[in-house]
Nanobody, 117 residues
Framework: HVQLVESGGGSVQPGGSLTLSCATS????????IAWFRQAPGKEREWVAT????????YYADSVKGRFAISRDMAKNTVDLLMNSLKSEDTALYYC???????????WGQGTQVTVS
């Protein structure tokens, strides 16, 4: 079955950077769009970014635009999220998910924690 596994979370000071990776398996890697979401304690899950199949387009939430970058690493079959200029409000559990439509998702990872303080 399809698997998504996140890694790369950790603790970082404000202004720092982290790169998250979403490792995908058991489907044709470049045939589906992948999204990153996050959820902070007591808050609703928030969409962060999407990269389309073939990496032809990327989309970002306004809250991260200009600071985060989503990309594909074809050699590793991962979708990476480079996060720069991190703020305390970026603290959350970050998930990747596979799109099965414009705004529907069929597989989710377990998440990786990012703490900015």
């Amino acid at each position: 079955h399809v698997q998504l596994v996140e890694s790369g979370g950790g603790s970082v000071q404000p202004g720092g950077s982290l790169t998250l990776s979403c490792a995908t398996s058991n489907y044709k890697y470049n045939t589906a769009s992948i999204a990153w979401f996050r959820q902070a304690p007591g808050k609703e899950r928030e969409w962060v970014a999407t990269i389309t199949a073939g990496a032809s387009s990327t989309y970002y939430a306004d809250s991260v635009k200009g600071r985060f970058a989503i990309s594909r690493d074809m050699a590793k079959n991962t979708v990476d999220l480079l996060m720069n200029s991190l703020k305390s409000e970026d603290t959350a559990l970050y998930y990747c998910a596979r799109h099965d439509g414009w705004w529907s998702f069929d597989y989710w990872g377990q998440g990786t924690q990012v703490t900015v303080s």
